[in-house]
């Protein structure tokens, strides 16, 4: 419990400390591991050479953002408009699972961290779509680079 | 017995129907039933109870299944800030930490071989995103929630991760 209440404050004290990017329109491209519903995610590829642990999020100076990948999916969001480091979008689109393709809503929390012209990105994803009996619910954890103009 | 339940049913009517005063502390405390995933798309059906107050929630949650002689128990707990970051103020997000908590039991009835238990612990962060709405006192919510934990030290510097996803609908009362 030491250790969660340490890795608490120290991932807060960064967030705090870190500069805010300037909210108008950027791209991000990110990389993790999936999981798809085959258990939780492995390690992320070394080299990262697979295509499907990439992600692409293209965002405009409206708090939208477009979201292409292979898991969760393809989705339309609305972020958070605070002027924060962290933000948080709601949205819907494409699901893919590997259990099945279903059209559902998507939740994500991120952060651009250390920003320069390029932010430092880390970022979860979740989706949730019903499909024959069950809900396909596909995430990934993934960190990458964000750049706004 | 009967008079009894109608006074019950009166001393209900009447909390609810009287106009929210600020009481203790907005408290909202919602029982929920949950469809609880494991990152396997394999719903398991779950109970919480859901508490909110001031802006902060704690949530717990528990399931568990059985099958032959193996007999499986977990909790989830998550302690986060919520807040709505759109001018929709019925949804919320959460953030905070989780901290879980999973038990494995051999039972075995007429085998020989000794029962045996383990439990582990791990601890995470959370993401929820929460629906709800006031009826004077009574609260209708439904939530997304996510328990997300790295998988051990050397994993979770690979972002490897173990979830604990649970869908959840309620209905509470703000005290």
Redesign the interface.
């Known amino acids: ?1 030491r ?2 209440t340490l ?2 404050f120290w991932v807060t004290l960064i967030l705090l400390s870190s500069s805010s990017p300037s909210y108008s329109t950027g791209m991000t491209l990110n990389v ?2 999936l ?1 798809g ?8 590829s ?1 080299p990262p050479l697979n295509f499907a642990e990439y992600q692409f999020i293209y965002t405009t100076s409206q708090n939208s953002e477009f979201v292409v990948g292979v898991i969760p999916g393809i989705f339309y969001g ?1 972020r ?3 002027k924060s480091p962290v933000y ?1 979008s ?1 949205g819907g689109g494409l699901v893919i ?1 590997l ?1 099945g393709v279903g059209v559902g ?1 998507m ?1 994500s ?1 991120g952060a651009n961290l250390f920003c320069a012209k390029v932010c430092f990105n880390m970022e ?1 994803r ?1 989706a ?1 779509a019903p499909s024959s009996g ?4 596909p ?1 990934a ?3 990458g680079a964000s750049t706004f103009w | 017995m009967k008079s009894f339940w109608r006074l019950v049913a009166c001393l209900a009517v009447a909390y609810i129907v009287t106009p929210v005063q600020q009481g203790l502390a907005n408290i909202q405390l919602v029982p929920s039933i949950a ?1 609880v ?1 494991e ?5 398991k059906p779950g109970i919480g109870l859901k508490s909110y107050f001031n802006g902060f929630g704690v949530n717990i949650w528990g399931w568990g299944r059985d099958y032959g002689p193996v007999q499986q128990r977990s909790m989830l707990l998550t302690l986060g800030k919520y807040w709505s ?2 001018s929709f103020k019925s ?1 919320t ?1 959460g ?1 905070g ?1 989780s ?1 879980l908590s999973e038990t494995t039991r051999l039972i075995y009835k007429d085998a020989q071989e000794e029962n045996h238990e383990d439990t582990f612990y791990n ?3 959370f ?1 929820g ?1 929460r629906y709800s709405y006031n009826l004077s006192k009574v609260v209708i919510d439904a939530s ?1 929630e ?1 328990g ?1 934990f790295p ?1 051990g030290i ?2 979770g510097l ?6 604990k ?1 649970i ?1 959840s609908i309620g209905l509470g009362a703000m005290l």
Do not use: C, H, K
């Open positions: 419990m250790i969660v890795l608490y993790g591991p999981s519903g085959q258990g939780g995610s492995n390690p992320l070394i609305i958070s408009s605070e948080v709601v699972d259990n809503i939740s929390v979860y979740q949730l069950t809900l396909l619910s995430y954890l993934r960190i | 469809a995933d990152s396997d798309d394999i719903l970051p759109y949804l997000f953030g930490i901290v601890g995470g962060g993401l995103l997304w996510s997300v998988a050397g994993g690979f972002l490897a991760t173990g979830r996803q869908v």
